[in-house]
C-alpha cells in the first residue's frame, strides 16, 4: 500500500519528534512529509503542503500550538489536527479542542494512545487521552475510570495506583520531564524511581525547559531514587504486609510487567 497519508510533526523537542516518527513509521499508509520546532513555520508549511493530519505540540516558539491551530484551520481546512502536550489543565484542553482539534493526548499517554488516537483521528472520530476524558466527564458531572493496577486486598483496604509503560527511552524522559515540570509548577513534590543514565536526561530536559533543578533538588520539590536500589530492596519480596507499602507495590509490579513483556519501566 502507498504511503497515502501525510502527516507533519510539530513539536520543538527533537528526541520526542523521533518518538512520534517511530511509531507513525509502523503504519505502512502514513508518510511524515516534515518535522518543525516552531509555531508560525507550522501554519506557513500547513498553508504550502496541506497536510491530511497534524500532530502538533501547545509550548511552541514564536507561536503556541493553539494559535497555531487556529491558522492552520484557515489555511489547511482539509487538514486534521491531534494535539500531543503534557499541558493537564482542562481549560488548556477546551481551548485546544475549541479550535476544530480531532483529539488531545497526553504525551505521558502517547506509548499506548499515540497510535489509537491516530486511527481514530483519520477515521474522523474524536479521542482524548484517559486522563484527559475523564476531566471532560467529571465536568459534566459524570464519573471518572482509571486504569490501574491494584494488590491483593486485605478485608476492604484497596490500594490503586496508576503504570505507564514507554517503549523507547526518548518517550520515558519527555514524559517523566514533562511530569515532573507539571508537577513542580503545581506546587507538589515529584518522586521518581530510574536508573542514574535516566535520571541525568531527565534533568537535562527540565534544564533545557527553564526548570531551575538544582533548587528544586534541595528544597525537595523533585526526590530521586536509583531503580538498582529500589529493586534490590522488594524484589522477590511479595508478601502481603510488604505489598500494603505504595512504593514497594509500585516497583514490584513494574518488575513483573518489564520481566513478562520485556519493556523499559517507568516508576513513578
Not at 520531564?177 to 536508573?195: D, L, P
Not at 514490584?252 to 513478562?260: G, I, K, L, P, Y
Request: net charge negative; hydrophobic share 40%.
Amino acid at each position: 500500500m502507498p504511503k497515502s497519508i501525510r502527516v507533519l510533526i510539530v513539536d520543538d523537542y527533537e528526541p520526542w519528534r523521533r518518538f512520534v516518527c517511530s511509531t507513525l513509521d509502523k503504519r505502512i499508509d502514513l508518510q511524515t512529509i516534515c518535522e518543525l520546532f516552531d509555531g508560525l513555520d507550522a501554519v506557513q508549511k500547513a498553508k504550502e503542503l496541506q497536510p491530511d493530519l497534524v500532530l502538533l505540540d501547545i509550548g511552541l516558539p514564536t507561536l503556541n500550538g493553539i494559535e497555531a491551530a487556529r491558522q492552520i484551520r484557515q489555511l489547511s481546512p482539509n487538514s486534521k489536527i491531534l494535539f500531543l502536550s503534557e499541558n493537564h489543565s482542562s481549560d488548556v484542553v477546551e481551548e485546544a479542542l475549541s479550535t476544530g482539534a480531532c483529539g488531545y493526548v497526553l504525551k505521558s499517554d502517547a506509548a499506548s494512545a499515540l497510535s489509537p488516537a491516530v486511527e481514530a483521528v483519520l477515521q474522523g472520530r474524536r479521542f482524548l487521552s484517559t486522563s484527559v476524558a475523564n476531566q471532560d466527564r467529571v465536568a459534566k458531572g459524570g464519573t471518572p475510570s482509571k486504569v490501574v493496577a491494584q494488590r491483593p486486598s486485605r478485608g476492604d483496604a484497596v490500594s490503586r495506583h496508576p503504570v505507564d509503560f514507554y517503549s523507547e527511552d526518548s518517550a520515558f524522559v519527555a514524559g517523566f520531564a514533562n511530569y515532573i515540570e507539571t508537577t513542580i509548577a503545581n506546587g507538589k513534590v515529584a518522586v521518581v524511581i530510574a536508573s542514574e543514565s535516566h535520571h541525568a536526561s531527565i534533568r537535562q530536559r527540565l534544564r533545557s525547559s527553564g526548570v531551575d533543578v538544582d533548587a528544586a533538588i534541595e528544597q525537595k520539590y523533585y526526590i530521586f531514587l536509583d531503580i538498582s536500589d529500589s529493586l534490590s530492596s522488594a524484589k522477590g519480596v511479595l508478601d502481603e504486609d510488604r505489598l500494603a507499602t505504595g512504593a514497594s507495590f509500585r516497583t514490584v509490579e513494574a518488575v513483573r510487567a518489564a520481566e513478562e513483556r520485556h519493556l523499559h519501566v517507568a516508576v513513578g
